[in-house]
T-cell receptor, first 118, second 115 residues
Framework: KAGVTQTPRYLIKTRGQQVTLSCSPI?????VSWYQQTPGQGLQFLFE???????NKGNFPGRFSGRQFSNSRSEMNVSTLELGDSALYLC?????????????????FGPGTRLTVL | AQSVAQPEDQVNVAEGNPLTVKCTYS??????LFWYVQYPNRGLQFLLK??????LVKGSYGFEAEFNKSQTSFHLKKPSALVSDSALYFC?????????????FGGGTRLMVKP
């Protein structure tokens, strides 16, 4: 099976711009989660989507948003970029259903999108 | 709220020696616990997880972890370290409930294995 894919792998933007990142989950996985990784804050949960609905949300401002499509692919959007948004954005997919959740529902991560805000 | 602590920023070990990377957690109710490894410019790779049952969990690449409920710990171990094990290791927790998949990660421990 192909793993989680993320596009693009690298992005350079300037302050005030907006950006959209894309994630394609492993085939058959219906849950997609997004994480931000920075040297200062470490790995922080952004949000999770399951069956096109946001199921969980982390403590990030409203500039960060996401969505999931019927084929489970997900996008996240960051508007009005700030310098502090420079980070590695990781997407993870998992089965997501009730039975999987009770069995730990392992998340598998993509390679990430490196966003640099100038 | 749930949290994870990895008390060591870096662990140094000689090749062939056993290694331990420490993790303690806090969560309401029973935990699901995970270990991931990250190589430079890569995403996280899943190593192993604890759900329930045996306290000793075996995972990929010869790694294992021991769950200790009384000490709220989930330390990662390997009997004989390899230079190729050098990487960044993350412990993560989430509550054993049906509230979805929000993982809380520790700050990471850099493992350096010297030849």
């Amino acid at each position: 099976k192909a793993g989680v894919t993320q596009t693009p792998r690298y992005l350079i933007k300037t302050r005030g711009q907006q950006v959209t990142l894309s994630c394609s989950p492993i085939s058959g996985h219906r849950s997609v989660s997004w994480y931000q990784q920075t040297p200062g804050q470490g790995l922080q949960f952004l949000f999770e989507y399951f069956s096109e609905t946001q199921r969980n949300k982390g403590n990030f401002p409203g500039r960060f948003s996401g969505r999931q499509f019927s084929n489970s692919r997900s996008e996240m959007n960051v508007s009005t970029l700030e310098l502090g948004d420079s980070a590695l954005y990781l997407c993870a997919s998992s089965l997501g259903g009730g039975l999987a959740t009770r069995r730990g529902d392992t998340q598998y991560f993509g390679p990430g999108t490196r966003l640099t805000v100038l | 709220a749930q949290s994870v602590a990895q008390p060591e920023d870096q662990v140094n070990v000689a090749e062939g020696n056993p290694l331990t990377v420490k993790c303690t957690y806090s969560v309401s109710g029973n935990p699901y616990l995970f270990w991931y490894v990250q190589y430079p410019n890569r995403g996280l790779q899943f190593l192993l997880k604890y759900i329930t049952g045996d306290n000793l969990v075996k995972g990929s690449y010869g790694f294992e972890a021991e769950f200790n409920k009384s000490q709220t710990s989930f330390h990662l171990k390997k009997p004989s370290a390899l230079v190729s094990d050098s990487a960044l290791y993350f412990c993560a927790v989430r509550a054993n409930n049906n509230a979805g998949n929000m993982l809380t990660f520790g700050g990471g421990t850099r493992l350096m294995v010297k030849p």
